[in-house]
């Protein structure tokens, strides 16, 4: 069974920084983009950062320069760093894998929230 499983979500106060992860069950195959996602409440859900296997890494323009994306490939998971955050980045944070021919992965979600 494919499984992301996200943590490191929590309460931090404006300014302070959390990193997530997303480790996965090791049976995802010709993964063509790994990344992040997030949606607060009412909003739709948006991206927020993704690598491309083998080529690029996109931000969204909201969290360029605050966020970095990594990958462990030994270990099998995906961080999400994320400093300098704002309480408009308060959302639930996805881990978000897609393969070559487009079948998307997702995660449970892991809350973030910041207090201002």
């Known amino acids: 069974q494919v499984q992301l499983v996200e943590s490191g979500g929590g309460l931090v106060q404006a300014g302070g920084s959390l990193r997530l992860s997303c480790a996965d069950s090791?049976?995802?195959?010709?993964?063509?983009?790994m990344g992040w996602h997030r949606q607060a409440p009412g909003k739709q859900r948006e991206f927020v950062a993704r690598?491309?296997?083998?080529?690029?890494?996109n931000y969204a323009d909201s969290v360029k320069g605050r966020f970095a994306i990594s990958r462990d490939n030994d270990k099998r998971t995906l961080y999400l760093q994320m400093n300098s955050l704002k309480p408009e980045d308060t959302a639930v944070y996805y881990c978000?894998?897609?393969?070559?021919?487009?079948?998307?992965?997702w995660g449970q979600g892991t809350q973030v929230t910041v207090s201002s």
């Open positions: 090791g049976n995802i195959f010709s993964i063509n983009s």
């Open positions: 690598i491309i296997v083998g080529g690029a890494i």
């Open positions: 978000n894998y897609v393969t070559t021919w487009g079948q998307p992965y």
